[in-house]
């Protein structure tokens, strides 16, 4: 066999050594903090990754999961920022003593049978466009249904929709390559909250915002007399992106 042929064999082998890799390629912690909105956050990187058992995070947000309180009496949150599949970067954030629920090993892509898996693309593409145009009552109408379909075929209900859609809807979604646009925003307590989205992204100039949160400037107060927060979900240069801001302090974007 010639030299020629042996290296057009090894150099075919390296690519498709190289391209199976990339399709299997997992979610990848970057980084991830702990803290009270703008104020000084902790990096518990190390203590997450170390927190990865079967390929998932799965434990409930407690200064002692964590091993730190970096502002005592507060109530905190912890973000997670992740590189997806697609190398795009998506943040996930977590309220104190809620539960993370993340998968790094895509479990569920190509689980549904075929005629299952292409009812739920139609309806996860239409969820992507609903969220899109802010249509709240179609993107409630669309979780219902793939929701649905998820329970008919085993798949636990806190699975990520992402995770069970097909692998060309694993993109950034169209139109949001640039710029910023605020997906959702939600303005209240534990316990009531409102939608404005809308006042938010029309306050957005020069893909910024910059905006004192108060019940005044948002234009609304569910629930006067209490302390109340801001919680934004956001995508700005094809990153998803989730913060959030207690009352009476700055809210700043990006």
Known sequence: MSKKLWRDIAFGLIVACVAAAAVAQDRVILSADYGVSNRYRADVTAQVQAMVQ??????????????????????????????????????????????VNLRFDWQYERALPDD???????AYGRWLGARHRQDWDDVDILEKLMREIMYANHIP???????????RWDR????????????????????????VTSRLQSMVRDDRLELHVTADNIGTDPAEGRFKRLYVTYFFGGQRREIAVDEKSMLRIP
């Open 157 to 167: 209900p806190e699975t990520p929709f992402d995770d069970v859609a097909s692998p």
């Open 172 to 195: 950034p979604r169209e139109g949001w390559e640039r710029g910023l646009h605020i997906e959702r925003a939600l303005y209240g307590t534990d316990t009531r909250t409102v939608d």
């Open 116 to 122: 299952e898996q292409r009812r739920y693309d139609d």
């Open 54 to 99: 079967g390929r998932a995070l799965n434990f409930v947000v407690t200064n002692q999961a964590l091993g730190i309180d970096p502002d005592r009496g507060q109530r905190k949150n912890l973000c997670i920022r992740v590189r997806e599949r697609n190398a795009r970067v998506s943040q996930y954030c977590f309220q104190e003593n809620e539960t």
